[in-house]
């Protein structure tokens, strides 16, 4: 016959024997203590995720402000007047503000283009920065 089965989903903590109660004790806490690593696995997940996020977040700002640079300078009529001539002793250069940057081109000597008139040189200048932003890709 035995000892009577005990049905310890039913018995409240006060009527459990000590002994019970301490392994008891130790089980909690170690469901505890393993909810809390499993809440800090997920906050360390989380972070990495919102790392990405923002990583992604300031390369796509990167896009925009060069989108917004093209389109600034797209939307700008081409005319001559955004590219300037610098006659030096020896050389001549040009100057053109491009894409929010200054491009400069060596157009020549000054023995060469010094008697040329400035739309000749500049000519010259859009001759060589077309070749310069049509280059082949290696």
Do not use: A, C
């Amino acid at each position: 016959m035995g000892r009577k089965k005990i049905d310890w989903d039913s018995l409240d903590y006060k009527d459990y024997p000590l002994k019970n109660l301490l392994g008891k004790e130790r089980r909690v806490q170690r469901m505890i203590e393993k909810r809390k690593d499993k809440i800090q696995k997920l906050k360390d997940s989380i972070k990495k995720e919102i790392q990405t996020i923002n990583r992604n977040i300031m390369n796509l700002k990167g896009d925009l402000s060069d989108i917004r640079k093209v389109i600034v300078e797209k939307s700008k009529d081409v005319t001559n007047k955004g590219i300037y001539i610098l006659r030096g002793d020896k050389w001549i250069r040009g100057k053109v503000r491009f894409m929010g940057k200054d491009k400069w081109v060596h157009v020549g000597k000054t023995s060469e283009w010094g008697s040329k008139s400035d739309d000749e040189i500049i000519e010259k200048i859009k001759e060589k920065l077309g070749k310069h932003f049509t280059k082949q890709k290696k």
